[in-house]
């Protein structure tokens, strides 16, 4: 299966004949697509592209109610839901543990939790975990002075459920990907797109660079 993952885009329009170029079987969106609600014409993109291709979401911390009702409503979110698409499980958990800065998207710890065990049940063993926001103490949630600020409930479900994937954003300058145990965590940051090709068991990913 090939995924394109991307991320905080923060209301930047789309090129869906680029990401089409790329040949997904599914395209997965890791919230902050909207800038506090501006460029909110990036959903009708989604959307459009979603009656070609699969596409799942979830909401950032600075996508506002208003985008997270949207996503509902265009049947793009899997916000606290579980999908499957070509055998494969994906389940979703929006918004962003507590910042600094208050943002419409935060959630605390214990609902991000909550959510997980909501759904812990019907997970398979493999599943693909997107949120928006990165595990704790990792590569991908590492501020360039060393500060580790991902969330503490999402590290505890990967090591609690062990997914395949985690598929996270949030933090632009960590970029890249780690690993928990056995699963592989990817941040494409919003300057790149996360390609990640699913063949016989092997994860192969790579980074193409936004336009």
């Known amino acids: 299966?090939?995924?394109?993952?991307?991320?905080?885009?923060?209301?930047?329009?789309?090129?869906i004949d680029s990401l089409l170029s790329l040949n997904p079987e599914a395209v997965l969106v890791g919230g902050d697509i909207t800038n506090f609600g501006s460029g909110i014409r990036v959903l009708s993109q989604l959307a459009k592209l979603n009656e070609l291709v699969p596409v799942l979401a979830v909401h950032g911390n600075c996508d506002p109610e208003v985008v997270r009702i949207r996503l509902e409503e265009l049947g793009l979110s899997i916000d606290g839901k579980i999908r499957e698409i070509?055998?494969?499980?994906?389940?979703?958990?929006?918004?962003?543990?507590?910042?600094?800065?208050p943002t419409p998207g935060e959630r605390s710890e214990e609902e991000l939790y909550e959510i997980f065990?909501?759904?812990r049940?019907?997970?398979?063993?493999?599943?693909?975990?997107?949120?928006?926001?990165?595990?704790?103490?990792?590569?991908?949630?590492?501020?360039?002075n060393g500060e580790h600020?991902?969330?503490?409930?999402?590290?505890?479900i990967i090591e609690e459920s062990r997914p395949a994937l985690c598929l996270c954003g949030h933090?632009?300058?960590?970029?890249?990907?780690?690993?928990?145990?056995e699963t592989i965590v990817v941040n494409p940051s919003p300057y790149a797109i996360a390609i990640i090709e699913i063949q016989k068991g092997k994860t192969r990913i790579s980074f193409w660079e936004q336009e």
């Open 1 to 15: 299966m090939r995924i394109i993952f991307l991320a905080d885009l923060h209301g930047r329009e789309l090129s």
């Open 86 to 101: 070509r055998g494969m499980q994906f389940f979703g958990i929006g918004g962003s543990s507590p910042t600094p800065f």
């Open 149 to 156: 600020v991902g969330s503490k409930s999402i590290r505890r």
């Open 117 to 119: 065990l909501s759904n």
């Open 171 to 181: 933090i632009h300058e960590a970029r890249g990907k780690d690993k928990l145990g």
């Open 121 to 144: 049940d019907e997970l398979k063993v493999g599943y693909i975990l997107l949120t928006h926001s990165p595990p704790f103490a990792t590569k991908l949630d590492c501020l360039p």
